[in-house]
């Protein structure tokens, strides 16, 4: 048994420590209308202290309407509000509830359930379920075009086609054959610096991401991967280094459990929080838990902040604007 003196020299994890909170959702679902608009012209116009800006002619004169909370450009004439030409473009819902939704989001650990954020936020599963998908969205798209370097740790992860076995034992067929599986199977591949970020994609083998570890990861670079085979062709081009998991999971050398550790909290999402991670949305759920593992040693008043700008400043998403009108 430890004894309490040991005990309290033990470090304290980061999400236990108050530097983790500084964000209060009671604070946030206090906020008046005015409040809230104040709060969103504050983040999306920050260079001029929340002066509104054209985002048609970047001009910053504008024309204040009274009865309205519009502006007018002086220069083109276009108007606008605090959520033009944003992802939030076209809202219906008060502002107030998008900040809320936000603080809601960056609090969930393991991520937050469309169906959760819809009674969080009394309004329909589809309102709720466009509004997760925008933010995740906003926050992928930071990571567009990024290179990976130094330490790189590659390793993939399948998730989806799940083929239920046959009722009777003697009509059930080897599931991990190709031709008894249903093609929906998709495997994230990761590449994730040593104390830098997480880079996810995702691919129908993991064998099919060599061209795309090969632009991603710069030259010079050191990889650590697993012993499969079709890693093998990394050794090309870059100092390779293996780790075989039937013996152990590291040598003192070679080693992926950052990698590993990404793909914990997507299992853990998968399994606690959403319950199907898969299809055409996988590498947005993967983007989104490449970013919570980036920040995860950020203070949710930070991680606020960090998700309402990028939202503010990420254009009209023409993936989720009309969204369930072409898919109803």
């Known amino acids: 048994m430890r004894s309490t003196e040991n005990v309290g020299l033990m470090s304290q994890h980061f999400l236990l420590s108050a530097k ?6 009671a604070k946030v679902a206090r906020l008046s209308d005015d409040e809230a608009y104040d709060a969103f012209r504050l983040i999306r116009w920050a260079a001029t202290d929340g002066a509104p800006v054209c985002p048609r002619c970047e001009c910053a004169a504008v024309y204040t309407y009274t009865t309205r909370r519009l502006f007018k450009c002086k220069a083109c004439s276009h108007q606008f509000s605090v959520t033009s ?12 509830d998008y900040l809320l939704a936000i603080a809601i989001f960056v609090n969930g650990a393991k991520g937050h359930s469309a169906l959760q954020l819809s009674r969080d936020l009394d309004c329909q599963y589809k309102t709720a379920f466009v509004m997760a998908h925008k ?43 190709i031709i008894n599986q249903n093609g929906k199977r998709r495997v994230v591949v990761i590449m994730r610096e040593r104390g830098g970020r997480t880079l996810p994609f995702v691919f129908k083998s993991e064998d099919a991401s060599l061209v795309k570890i090969a632009q991603t990861v710069a ?3 050191v990889i650590h991967a697993d012993e499969a085979t079709h890693w093998d062709a990394l050794h090309a081009r870059f100092l390779t280094k293996r780790i075989n998991h039937s013996e152990s999971y590291s040598d003192g050398d070679a080693c992926t459990n950052q990698a590993e550790s990404f793909f914990s909290r997507m299992r853990r999402a998968e ?19 490449a970013w919570r593992e980036n920040n995860r040693r950020i203070s949710n008043g930070e991680q606020y902040l960090m998700v309402a700008d990028a939202a503010l400043q990420h254009p009209v998403s023409r993936q989720w604007k009309g969204y369930w009108q072409r898919n109803s």
Not at 20 to 25: D, H, K, V
């Open 20 to 25: 983790a909170r500084t964000l209060s959702l």
């Open 85 to 96: 030409d944003t992802i939030f473009a076209s809202r219906k819902l008060p502002v107030r």
């Open 135 to 177: 933010i995740r969205e906003a926050l992928a798209s930071e990571a567009h075009g990024a290179i990976a370097s130094g330490e790189v740790e590659v390793d993939g992860a399948y998730f989806g086609g799940y083929v239920k076995p046959a009722n009777h034992k003697g009509n059930r067929r080897d599931r991990r054959r």
């Open 219 to 221: 030259p010079g670079s």
């Open 271 to 289: 399994i606690g929080v959403h319950h199907r991670i898969a299809g055409d949305y996988l590498s947005a759920y993967a983007g989104e838990m």
